[in-house]
């Protein structure tokens, strides 16, 4: 039986990190009518935190 490496815990943990930055109590904290740049704060977290997951799953994925 193969040992899962060191990659697999960090590609569940990355999951882990989504499901919860996309969970309905976090996105509630940024649904305010306030705007960044002319841009409403929950559409800039929503692509702040889609840029975080994209750009850690790139290091943990290129990293072997």
Known sequence: MNRPNIKTYRLAAM??????LFNYPL????????LVAGIPILYVYA????ALLVALLM????RT
């Open 47 to 50: 692509f702040v935190a889609w």
């Open 15 to 20: 999951f882990v990190l989504g499901v919860l």
């Open 27 to 34: 996105l509630a904290l940024f649904n305010h009518p306030t």
């Open 59 to 62: 290091l943990v994925i290129e």
